[in-house]
């Protein structure tokens, strides 16, 4: 490998993962009337809604962790966040943007929604569902940290009915846990699997990331003989990132260094790949660049796949992102002004964007290669555009590569470039996007 290929292949600082189009730097607090003007709207027919709750709390942060999160709270901060997510929610009911729609897919997401009690989930939940019902909600999906749980809690956290629990295992070993920040360890996490599968969650999934501080080979290959051996219903992979706000590029500023004291991209890509492979030998199915299932008929992931097909979503909570009726907004980010703009009666929207026509087209296009095969008859109809003719010049490139090729109207993406997905995807961005700072 070339100096420079060398160079290319190094994980430096920035983001890698692309969660959203335009990118996030773009989106502006000058723009903040578009997103209250889109709460005044009806919604268009057959829109799906989706409700995120952002709970920041955690025991710890991850070296590694990007979100806005609080550490060393108390109980009475967490009352009064709680106070405020439900008082935003009851602002936004009054709202013309619902059209009477209930909720398709529910969202609670950190942080560490497991940091709360069992009374404190509970009690929030019904009067979330007092203003919101999500009787309808195809999924319920709650993201939990292994060391947070007790069997009484996860089976109050069931009765409110969660259907996807989350465990955010990372990896198994003691010491890559710690030396990245994580606050559990490894009997926690089997301890949580075997409550959670006695109780009887229809989905349990486990988030592994390739890649940690110090993760090696050997310790690759156990963690995925671990997974399988739990027998999760799926599996979520993430390769190593760096964002500018983590502390690990703290530690690296400090230190003046370019390089993450992390595993190069060529090593992520390929301990994803056997990682995938040894999961389709035990019987999964891949259903998106980073998630493997067992059961493909069963087992979905409804909030990925709505958020990727234009369905709205409210979210609620600091720094929280929404998308209502094509604008895109975030919550404010800072702790103090969340809560302060929400005991003012005032909506808490920090920042907010409504792309083009062009970028909303965009914007599916690239979330949807991320499942690793995109329809052409589905952007036809959708948006009225070809995508083959359209894109002509990206997507040409990418079979001349060798990653991918269309099979009658669907352009799948070969393994090798589902193993790199994200960095494919900003081939298509705007010339004003392409090079600018994602968040």
Not at 288 to 295: E, G, H, M, P, R
Request: overall charge neutral; proline content about 5%; some cysteine.
């Amino acid at each position: 490998m070339s100096a420079t290929e060398t160079k290319k292949n190094e994980t430096t600082a920035g983001n890698y993962f692309v969660s959203n189009y335009p990118p996030f730097s773009f989106w502006t607090p000058e723009r903040v009337p578009e997103a209250l003007d889109a709460l005044e709207r009806p919604p268009s027919p057959g829109t799906g809604l989706g409700l995120y709750l952002h709970i920041p709390f955690c025991r710890k942060r991850c070296h590694f962790c990007y979100f806005k999160v609080l550490t060393d709270v108390n109980s009475e901060q967490v009352a009064r966040y709680v106070d405020a997510a439900i008082t935003e929610l009851k602002t936004y009911v009054t709202k013309p943007f619902l059209g009477g729609r209930k909720p398709d897919f529910v969202y609670f997401g950190g942080g560490t929604p497991s940091y709360l009690s069992a009374k404190q989930f509970t009690d929030l939940t019904d009067r979330m569902k007092a203003l919101l019902p999500w009787d309808q909600a195809q999924e319920v999906a709650f993201e939990c940290e292994p060391g947070t749980v007790t069997e009484q809690k996860l089976q109050a956290i069931r009765a409110t009915g969660v259907t996807r629990l989350s465990l955010g295992v990372e990896n198994f070993d003691d010491h890559i846990l710690e030396i990245n920040g994580r606050a559990h360890k490894s009997k926690e996490i089997e301890r949580a699997f075997g409550w959670a599968r006695a109780i009887g969650f229809p989905q349990i999934n486990i988030d592994l990331i390739a890649g940690m501080v110090e993760e090696t080979e050997e310790n690759w290959l156990r963690c995925i003989e671990k997974t399988i051996a739990l027998a999760a219903d799926s599996v979520t992979i993430y390769q190593m990132e760096v964002p500018y706000n983590t502390g690990i590029y703290k530690q690296m500023k400090a230190e003046g260094k370019l390089v993450a004291p992390v595993a190069d991209w060529e090593t992520k890509r390929r301990w994803v790949k056997y990682a995938f492979g040894e999961l389709e030998k035990a019987g999964y199915t891949l259903s998106s660049a980073y998630t493997a299932v067992k059961d493909p008929v069963r087992t979905k992931f409804v909030y990925r796949d709505n958020l990727w097909t234009g369905s709205d979503l409210l979210s609620l909570g600091v720094a929280s992102f929404s998308h209502i009726g094509g604008t895109h907004f975030q919550n404010e980010h800072d702790f103090t002004a969340y809560l302060g703009k929400v005991a003012t009666g005032a909506l808490p929207i920090y920042r907010a964007l409504s792309p083009t026509a062009e970028e909303r087209l965009i914007r599916e296009l690239v979330l949807q290669l991320k499942l690793g095969h995109i329809n052409r008859a589905y952007f036809q109809k959708k948006f009225g555009v070809d995508i083959r003719t359209h894109f002509a010049e990206q997507l040409q490139s990418l079979e001349q590569e060798g990653l991918a090729a269309f099979e009658g109207d669907t352009l799948r993406l070969t393994r090798d470039a589902l193993l790199q997905a994200d960095r494919l995807l900003y081939r298509f961005f705007l010339p004003a996007h392409a090079n600018a700072r994602y968040a």
